[in-house]
């Protein structure tokens, strides 16, 4: 399975930073054997569309959707709306989503299938807390998330899954997850999956590892069994920074 790196800039550059990180990161020299993709905020797709022109790489991602596909939603993005920019993934269940914003595991699936039906791989995102974490919970946490996450998916649709492995604790803290810890995250999101679609979609469907991604570190994650990539919050955000950290993950 190809690795997959995507960075995701969460609410950073608008539509003048983006394009002229996106001209930027163009100059970097990337990895043959690696898919990148970049998940950029609603208002700043145009802008990254208008600079990477018919360029598929890096793919271009959003970080939100809704399930419905037009109507009175005020304020909300639908799932056709980013097909228009030639979006291919979208996040669905970030935790700072979950968090701060009320999204709810039903709420993630809706998202996830709305996504998978237009067309669009949703990068669906679990992790535990640190409360968890400390009550050994962890792996409880990650598989009620995932199971429900996955309600209404089929992994064989056009817009294959990707799940992220995000322990809370981790995002944006500087603590990254030990490799072994997440490797046994990892394993029981594959449980879930596979017991759900089938043991042929092990290999099939990427796993991703977020939560304190830096160039110094990937070389671990992407060493370690059953990761097969990573969600980059802000080591993303210098593109220069951000390609080192892709030619890092796989090494020429
Ligand atoms: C994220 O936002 O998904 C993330 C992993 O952030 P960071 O890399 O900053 O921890």
């Not at 669906?124 to 792996?139: F, M, P, Q």
């Amino acid at each position: 399975m190809r690795k997959l790196i995507i960075a995701n800039w969460k609410m950073h550059y608008g539509p003048v930073k983006a394009g002229a990180w996106v001209r930027a990161f163009r100059r970097e020299r990337l990895p043959k054997d690696l898919d990148v993709a970049i998940a950029v905020p609603a208002v700043s797709l145009a802008a990254a569309r208008a600079s990477l022109g018919r360029a598929t790489i890096p793919a271009l991602g959003a970080q939100n959707a809704f399930w419905e596909s037009q109507g009175a939603y005020t304020g909300e993005i639908s799932p056709a709306m980013l097909l228009e920019f030639g979006v291919t993934m979208c996040l669905a269940g970030h935790s700072e989503r979950r968090s701060q914003l009320g999204e709810t595991d039903e709420m993630v699936a809706k998202k996830a299938a709305a996504l998978q039906k237009a067309g669009i791989a949703p990068v669906i995102c679990v992790g535990e807390t640190d409360a968890e974490r400390k009550k050994g919970a962890a792996l409880k946490a990650v598989r009620s998330q995932t199971l429900a996450a996955i309600k209404n998916l089929k992994p064989d649709g056009q817009a294959q899954p990707v799940f992220a492995y995000e322990p809370v604790w981790a995002i944006g803290t500087g603590r990254a997850c030990h490799p072994e810890d997440a490797k046994a995250a990892h394993e029981a999101i594959r449980g879930v999956f596979v017991k759900t679609w089938g043991a042929k979609w092990t290999h099939e469907i990427r796993v991703l590892y977020g939560g304190s991604v830096d160039a110094r570190n990937i070389t671990d994650y992407m060493t370690t069994t059953g990761i097969d990539g990573a969600l980059v919050g802000g080591s993303s955000l210098d593109p220069r920074g951000f390609g080192l950290l892709c030619r890092a993950a796989v090494p020429a």
